[in-house]
């Protein structure tokens, strides 16, 4: 394992040491540095716990290893990542921190701080050393570099963060703007912030595992790498980045990664590249999870080998959720897409639970699915495929009834009644205690506008193939329902 010093000026500064942002951005970084199209180093700036003694042990070098399926190839590669310069702590080690924001070589901002990290705190202040919020540390470290660059535009930074939510740069630099009002930090301030700092929109996606579980996994790894790594980091070889900058070329410039032929995509608008994840990724996995797991499957991959769940997946995916998406991206580029996510959910060192996925499924579904069944309808079709999801779900809530224990349904594996517990909200669980036994309750199910925003209903064509796949699942069987729903499908 190279342990050499890396001699690479600090461009990025890194909020967040976690298994994603060393296997995914810092991956790629290293990437782009070994490919000559890119020459910096990361400095990791950690805010939770304690410092990882790793890191110093091993001068910040540490193993990524993708493992998966890629165009038809099993896939077990390891790469070794130098492109982290250093790990330092905000509170333990704040002077230091603070004093990268003199740095002149710093161009780029990362971060990766869960879906909460990127919220306003009212009770952060100006004084603290640090502040407790991500936004607020952002903030006091900006008007460092605006006062130690004398408010030079040349000096700003290029924001990049990965966070799970929607506009995730507009919703950061709000939050900065907010607070640096608060603090009193100035007009000039302030619109050094809007003008020489640029904050862009991102979307990322790859699956992380990190560090092994089981013992005997990692020290089987070790073996074949020929040295011990307390940093390994496993993920899946499937990874996209899409960043929206109001300045492409800027963004371009400093973080230019896509010159490695790394998979980042520089766009305007990220909107469509957003559906099209949450329509076919996350649309395929709410489509057929819960109708795969009551017919007694357990996890993801051995449903992509299944031979009615599998043609049921395909008719969903390539018949009813990729026409929706026609004229929002080139035809091509969805089917090379989809056919991606197949080999991601054939991947055969990942096993992803399918009880896990069923978490809150009544919240996924409507955003996930529903949106293609509108479009569809729209396009005068009937999506009988992702109808028939509808249906699957409501058998999943519907066999459940609270306990003791939460709210326990019961499926047949392997000719055995077999317990399984459902977590979602409240709501939804109090409706189907209330009415699961009820022979109207998948009209009620999809009457529910507290559920949807409307009443399912009203689509054209849903109601009456719906009520017809409730009722075969109950009668025949999930899987005798499910080949008639990839029949219908494929007749179109």
């Given at each position: 394992?190279?342990?050499?010093?890396?001699?690479?000026?600090?461009?990025?500064?890194?909020?967040?040491?976690?298994?994603?942002?060393?296997?995914?951005?810092?991956?790629?970084?290293?990437?782009?540095?070994?490919?000559?199209?890119?020459?910096?180093?990361?400095?990791?700036?950690?805010?939770?716990?304690?410092?990882?003694?790793?890191?110093?042990?091993?001068?910040?070098?540490?193993?990524?290893?993708?493992?998966?399926?890629?165009?038809?190839?099993?896939?077990?590669?390891?790469?070794?990542?130098?492109?982290?310069?250093?790990?330092?702590?905000?509170?333990?080690?704040?002077?230091?921190?603070?004093?990268?924001?003199?740095?002149?070589?710093?161009?780029?901002?990362?971060?990766?701080?869960?879906?909460?990290?990127?919220?306003?705190?009212?009770?952060?202040?100006?004084?603290?050393?640090?502040?407790?919020?991500?936004?607020?540390?952002?903030?006091?470290?900006?008007?460092?570099?605006?006062?130690?660059?004398?408010?030079?535009?040349?000096?700003?930074?290029?924001?990049?963060?990965?966070?799970?939510?929607?506009?995730?740069?507009?919703?950061?630099?709000?939050?900065?703007?907010?607070?640096?009002?608060?603090?009193q930090l100035g007009k000039a301030f302030c619109d050094w912030v809007e003008h020489a700092c640029m904050f862009c929109n991102t979307l990322v996606d790859r699956i992380v595992t990190g560090y092994p579980k089981k013992k005997e996994d990692a020290d089987a790894i070790f073996e074949k790498l020929g040295y011990t790594d307390a940093l390994?980091?496993?993920?899946?070889?499937?990874?996209?980045?899409?960043?929206?900058?109001?300045?492409?070329?800027?963004?371009?410039?400093?973080?230019?990664?896509?010159?490695?032929?790394?998979?980042?995509?520089?766009?305007?608008?990220?909107?469509?590249?957003?559906?099209?994840?949450?329509?076919?990724?996350?649309?395929?996995?709410?489509?057929?999870?819960?109708?795969?797991?009551?017919?007694?499957?357990?996890?993801?991959?051995?449903?992509?080998?299944?031979?009615?769940?599998?043609?049921?997946?395909?008719?969903?995916?390539?018949?009813?959720?990729?026409?929706?998406?026609?004229?929002?991206?080139?035809?091509?580029?969805?089917?090379?897409?989809?056919?991606?996510?197949?080999?991601?959910?054939?991947?055969?060192?990942?096993?992803?639970?399918?009880?896990?996925?069923?978490?809150?499924?009544?919240?996924?579904?409507?955003?996930?699915?529903?949106?293609?069944?509108l479009d569809a309808v729209k396009c005068g079709t009937t999506p009988h495929g992702l109808i028939f999801s509808f249906a699957a779900l409501c058998v999943f809530y519907a066999r459940a009834n609270m306990t003791e224990d939460g709210f326990v349904g019961m499926r047949e594996v392997d000719g055995k009644p077999t317990p399984y517990t459902?977590?979602?909200?409240?709501?939804?669980?109090?409706?189907?205690?209330?009415?699961?036994?009820?022979?109207?309750?998948?009209?009620?199910?999809?009457?529910?506008?507290?559920?949807?925003?409307?009443?399912?209903?009203?689509?054209?064509?849903?109601?009456?193939?719906?009520?017809?796949?409730?009722?075969?699942i109950r009668r025949d069987g999930v899987l005798s329902a499910m080949q008639k729903a990839v029949s219908a499908s494929q007749k179109g």
């Amino acid at each position: 394992m190279n342990t050499n010093p890396s001699n690479r000026p600090v461009r990025v500064l890194q909020f967040g040491q976690g298994n994603f942002l060393r296997a995914f951005c810092d991956d790629f970084i290293d990437r782009a540095n070994e490919a000559g199209v890119y020459d910096g180093s990361i400095v990791i700036a950690q805010s939770v716990g304690q410092k990882n003694p790793a890191f110093a042990a091993q001068n910040c070098r540490y193993t990524t290893v993708l493992r998966g399926k890629e165009n038809g190839a099993v896939i077990n590669s390891a790469h070794t990542v130098t492109s982290v310069h250093a790990l330092i702590h905000t509170s333990e080690d704040y002077d230091t921190f603070m004093e990268y924001a003199a740095c002149p070589t710093l161009e780029v901002i990362l971060s990766n701080t869960t879906e909460a990290g990127i919220v306003y705190h009212e009770a952060d202040t100006y004084s603290m050393t640090p502040p407790a919020g991500y936004p607020a540390k952002l903030t006091k470290f900006l008007y460092a570099r605006f006062d130690a660059f004398d408010g030079d535009a040349s000096h700003g930074l290029v924001v990049f963060p990965t966070e799970l939510i929607e506009n995730n740069g507009d919703t950061l630099r709000t939050c900065i703007l907010r607070h640096a009002e608060d603090w009193q930090l100035g007009k000039a301030f302030c619109d050094w912030v809007e003008h020489a700092c640029m904050f862009c929109n991102t979307l990322v996606d790859r699956i992380v595992t990190g560090y092994p579980k089981k013992k005997e996994d990692a020290d089987a790894i070790f073996e074949k790498l020929g040295y011990t790594d307390a940093l390994l980091d496993l993920a899946e070889p499937f990874g996209l980045w899409v960043i929206e900058a109001p300045d492409l070329r800027r963004a371009e410039r400093v973080l230019p990664l896509h010159r490695a032929g790394l998979p980042v995509i520089f766009t305007d608008d990220l909107t469509p590249y957003r559906e099209r994840k949450v329509r076919i990724l996350n649309g395929a996995h709410t489509s057929f999870v819960p109708a795969a797991f009551l017919a007694g499957e357990e996890i993801v991959r051995d449903c992509m080998a299944h031979p009615v769940i599998r043609p049921y997946i395909d008719a969903c995916v390539y018949r009813e959720i990729i026409p929706t998406l026609y004229g929002k991206l080139d035809e091509a580029e969805l089917h090379s897409f989809a056919a991606a996510v197949c080999e991601r959910f054939e991947n055969p060192f990942i096993d992803h639970a399918l009880i896990s996925i069923c978490l809150n499924s009544v919240s996924k579904w409507k955003a996930r699915v529903l949106p293609s069944v509108l479009d569809a309808v729209k396009c005068g079709t009937t999506p009988h495929g992702l109808i028939f999801s509808f249906a699957a779900l409501c058998v999943f809530y519907a066999r459940a009834n609270m306990t003791e224990d939460g709210f326990v349904g019961m499926r047949e594996v392997d000719g055995k009644p077999t317990p399984y517990t459902i977590s979602d909200s409240g709501e939804v669980l109090a409706f189907f205690d209330a009415y699961g036994n009820a022979e109207d309750v998948l009209l009620r199910f999809a009457a529910n506008t507290a559920f949807w925003g409307m009443n399912l209903c009203e689509i054209d064509g849903f109601a009456a193939p719906a009520q017809m796949y409730y009722d075969s699942i109950r009668r025949d069987g999930v899987l005798s329902a499910m080949q008639k729903a990839v029949s219908a499908s494929q007749k179109g």
